[in-house]
Every structure is written in structure tokens, then in C-alpha cells.
């Protein structure tokens, strides 16, 4: 299917305007979450942070989210733009995917929104301000250019993209390596590959050159908050008990049948070159579990996260060429994926539906 079918980019800037405007609606302005207040206060007095006299939240963790922040508000001059940019990010970063599922997959709309929502996470991580946000959307749009073409230009700019998002928070550089092995396994020379990273590489040493990015600073960041986690996962109410809840929520339920069951079908089902390039990427992909070994929330796991609806279709399908019926699989999956979105042993703790409770009481 032609990625560059007009009616497509139509139909997929419908959905995305429709999802902004159901995130931007429902996003939190006030800073509930408490780690957005910590990071949007001192963009609002950036020039303070930059002397020394305000402390701002793992600045070198993410000086671009700051600076970016802080030109939000500048622009806008109110906090609510830098709340908002979330809902923004990953509108565009959930529309991209959204496209690739629709246009590279070949899964009806209804089919591409199942897949999406079997990482609840992507629809979450709009609804409130946090620096992981637009590195996910440049994460996003370098996989579509790797997957759109190996040509020269698109491995460049893809390049660029990851060294942007690595200056927006350091740790999507762990993402890095997956798109690489997308890259390659879509096609993509040795060559091709080296080309992008040194366009990522040479972003960030702009970044260092301009004063954005401090090495040391980020390296101190990493070993303290390492420390941390380590840590609080050992304290009581960060215990493995709680540790194990939130890597079930990883995925949906129907999610986690595709990682385990339609993985399996689809290595059964697929020819030996699919499974060569699915290795590939599963190794490319391996330096992103890292933080499961102390994973306090599902955010830390989205760099690889927005991307994994693209393999969830392939398992799909594998479970459709081995069980033989793809509309009864197809339907169950759409069914399995809804029923735990708006069905629970307590009803008004379904996921959306406390959602959109808490939106009509405030």
C-alpha cells in the first residue's frame, strides 16, 4: 500500500487532530502529577537556572525539554502551552504510527486504534507534562523515515531526530540501537546505518559545542537517579510486589497474548528471512529492557513502547495464519482489547471510564 497515498495523510491528520483534542481536554493543568511542576517552574525563569540561582529538576537529564519549555512560554506566555505540548507530542507521535499501521500494515482503522491501545501508556503519557513527550514524537518520525525509505536523506534526517530527542532526555539514546537494526533490517547498508549515527552524533556534539548539553552533568544525573531507583525499589511500597504491577501493565491483556502467543505464531508462520530481520530487531531492541530490572513506572519503557503497535500487527497476523479464521481473530482481538478498557471487577476503575469520570468532575 502507497505510503504516500493523499487520502491517507487525510485520514491520518483527522485522526490525529481528533486525538489532540481529546488529550488536550482531558490533560492535566495543574500539576497532579507532581514531577511536571518540578520541570515547568523553572521554565518559566530560565535565565535564573542558567546563573545558578534556582535548581532545576535533572536539568542536565533533559536541557532541551527545558529549553524548549521555557520557549513555550515565551511564545505563549502562559504554563498552559508547556502542559498542553504533551498532549501535542504524542497526538503527533500516536498519528505517525497510526499511519505506518494503516498504510505499511494494511489494518483498518478500527484494527490500528486496537493496536495502538494495547500500550494504555501512549494514551497516558498525553495527559499530562513530562519530558519524555516530544523526544517520543521525534523517536516516532525517525522510524517512519527509516521504514519510508534506506535512501540517503531519510537515514540523515532520521539521524538528526535521535540526537534531538537524546537532547530532550539522554536515555532515548537507548533507542538508538532499534532503529538502527530497523534500518537494516528494512533494507538499509552498513553504511546507511553508520551514516546515521553519525548525524545523531554530530547533533550531539553541537548540543555540547552551544552549551546545551553537559556530558559530566548528564553522567552525574545517571548515576544518582540509578542509585535512587535502585533504591526506592527496594522500600516497602516499591517492592517487588509493586515492581511486578507495573510491568503488568505494560500491556493490555490482548497485548500480552501478542507478545507471547502471536510472537510464537508468527515465528511458526513466517518465511526465514522475516525471522532473520525479526531477530534483528529483537536485539536492536534488547538495551530498552534495561530498566526493567528497576522499572517504577511503564514511562520509562515508552521510547521503545510507541513503536511496538508495527510488530504487534505482524503477531497478528501470525495468529490469524495459524489459527485460519482472520476476521473471527481479528474481531476477538478489537473485542479483548475494548472489554478491559471499559470493563472491571470495580466499574468505575476501567481505564477510560475513570478517566472520563475525573474530566466531568472537574
Known amino acids: ?89 504524542m497526538a503527533l507521535a500516536t498519528t505517525v504510527i497510526y499511519h505506518l499501521l494503516r498504510t505499511t500494515a494494511g489494518v483498518n482503522p478500527l484494527l490500528a486504534l486496537a493496536l495502538i491501545l494495547t500500550v494504555p501508556e501512549i494514551v497516558f503519557t498525553g495527559l499530562y507534562y513530562n519530558s519524555s513527550s516530544a523526544p517520543i514524537a521525534a523517536i516516532a518520525w525517525a522510524c517512519f523515515l527509516v521504514l519510508r525509505s534506506t535512501a540517503g536523506p531519510s537515514v540523515l534526517a532520521a539521524g538528526v531526530l535521535i540526537g534531538l530527542a537524546a537532547l530532550l532526555r539522554v536515555d532515548f539514546l537507548m533507542v538508538s540501537p532499534l532503529l538502527a537494526a530497523i534500518a537494516y533490517a528494512n533494507g538499509a547498508t552498513l553504511l546507511q546505518v553508520t551514516k546515521m549515527a553519525v548525524a545523531a552524533i554530530l547533533v550531539l556534539a553541537a548540543g555540547i559545542v552551544a552549551g546545551i548539553l553537559d556530558p559530566i552533568g ?59 530481520r525479526g531477530l534483528i530487531i529483537a536485539i536492536g531492541a534488547l538495551p ?15 521510547p521503545a513502547l510507541i513503536l511496538w503497535p508495527l510488530p504487534a500487527a505482524l503477531f497478528l497476523k501470525g495468529i490469524e495464519k495459524a489459527v485460519g479464521h482472520p476476521k473471527l481473530v481479528r474481531a476477538s482481538f478489537i473485542a479483548g482489547t475494548s472489554l478491559f478498557l471499559f470493563v472491571s471487577a470495580d466499574p468505575m476503575k476501567a481505564p477510560l471510564l475513570f478517566v472520563l469520570r475525573l474530566a466531568i468532575a472537574f
Open 218 to 276: 548528564a553522567w552525574d544525573v545517571y548515576v544518582f537517579s540509578t542509585e535512587q531507583a535502585e533504591s526506592k525499589a527496594e522500600h516497602h511500597g516499591w517492592d517487588d510486589f509493586l515492581k511486578h504491577r507495573v510491568i503488568a501493565v505494560i500491556f493490555s491483556p490482548a497485548g500480552w497474548a501478542l507478545l507471547f502467543l502471536g510472537s510464537a505464531c508468527w515465528a511458526f508462520t513466517a518465511d526465514q528471512q522475516q525471522r532473520r
Open 1 to 89: 500500500m502507497n505510503v504516500y497515498r493523499r487520502s491517507a495523510w487525510w485520514e491520518s491528520a483527522t485522526f490525529g487532530v481528533i486525538l489532540f483534542l481529546f488529550l488536550a481536554y482531558l490533560s492535566d493543568y495543574d500539576g497532579y502529577e507532581g514531577d511536571d511542576i518540578n520541570l515547568v517552574m523553572p521554565m518559566l525563569t530560565l535565565a535564573e537556572v542558567h546563573s545558578g540561582w534556582i535548581w532545576a529538576y535533572k536539568y542536565d537529564w533533559q536541557p532541551l525539554s527545558y529549553i524548549f519549555g521555557a520557549g513555550l512560554y515565551t511564545v505563549f506566555g502562559t504554563p498552559a502551552a508547556i502542559f498542553v505540548s504533551s498532549a501535542a507530542a
Open 288 to 302: 530498552k529492557a534495561l530498566p526493567l530490572f528497576n522499572l517504577l513506572s511503564v514511562k520509562y519503557m515508552m
